[in-house]
């Protein structure tokens, strides 16, 4: 990881653009994304290993309770994913129209990857 890094640092890669997709194509993608999120089972096993923490019967009916939970889980989820989607767009749009920024942001990337290598080597050898 720390050559990955370094290899990042010492780079100059530059984005110069970055084609749209279709609307169709864009459609296919987030239908392949949902079927993901809904396949996968580590989503489902954390709700029943985490949600009936928080349910109670003495605050209401627990199907209600859960309703609720499951609502709040998909607002946040769409704020979250939502916002990382609109600020994606933005960045490429950011990225390819300056290139001096996407080399730098190459660079940063090298560095974080070179100081978490540097970190989890010195953790590793601290508990040797």
Known sequence: MIWI???LVRSAI????VERMDKGAL???????????LLNPKAYLFVI???????KPVYGPIW???LVLGLMTIVTQALVYGGVALAADRARATLT???????WVGRAAGGLLI????LTLWHGLAKA
């Not at 100081?115 to 540097?118: R, S, V």
Request: hydrophobic content about 45%.
């Open 5 to 7: 890094g370094w290899t």
């Open 14 to 17: 530059t984005v110069d653009t």
């Open 27 to 37: 459609w296919q993608t987030f239908r392949r994304a949902v079927a993901t999120c």
């Open 49 to 55: 290993a985490v949600y009936p923490q928080f349910l």
């Open 64 to 66: 209600l309770q859960g």
């Open 97 to 103: 129209g300056n290139p001096t920024a996407t080399i």
């Open 115 to 118: 100081a978490a290598a540097a």
